[in-house]
Nanobody, 114 residues
Framework: QVQLVESGGGLVQAGGSLRLSCTAS???????AAWYRQAPGKQREWVGR???????EYSDSVKGRFTISRDKRMSTMYLQMNGLTPEDTAVYYC?????????WGQGTQVTVSS
C-alpha cells in the first residue's frame, strides 16, 4: 500500500513561516512530486514541483517565497513557506504521479491570519 502523509500545517500570522512535510510510505518515492493547495470555495491549485534531477518549479503566486526540497532517501518532501499572507490560507496536498491517477495525501491545513 502506498501512502503520502502531510504534516506541519497550522495557524500563523501574516509574514510568518511554516514548513510542511510530505512523507511517503510503501512503494512510492518523492523523487518526482508536487504540492497543491485548495482554498475554501476555490479549485485545487498547483503550487510547485520537484523532478528527479532535483530541479524545482513554482507557480507565480509563490515564487520567491516558497521552496521545495526533499531528503536524500526520497521519502520526504518539504515545502518551506516564508512571507505568508492570508491568500496562502488553504489545505495543502502533496501529489506523486504514480499510476494512472496519481497518489494524493490527505492534506494539511494552513491558516494565515492578518
Amino acid at each position: 500500500q502506498v501512502q503520502l502523509v502531510e504534516s506541519g500545517g497550522g495557524l500563523v500570522q501574516a509574514g510568518g513561516s511554516l514548513r510542511l512535510s510530505c512523507t511517503a510510505s510503501g512503494r512510492i518515492s518523492v523523487s518526482h512530486a508536487a504540492w497543491y493547495r485548495q482554498a475554501p470555495g476555490k479549485q485545487r491549485e498547483w503550487v510547485g514541483r520537484v523532478i528527479p534531477s532535483g530541479s524545482t518549479e513554482y507557480s507565480d503566486s509563490v515564487k520567491g517565497r516558497f521552496t521545495i526540497s526533499r531528503d536524500k532517501r526520497m521519502s520526504t518532501m518539504y515545502l518551506q513557506m516564508n512571507g505568508l499572507t492570508p491568500e496562502d490560507t488553504a489545505v495543502y496536498y502533496c501529489y506523486v504521479p504514480l499510476g494512472n491517477t496519481g497518489t494524493w495525501g490527505q492534506g494539511t491545513q494552513v491558516t494565515v491570519s492578518s
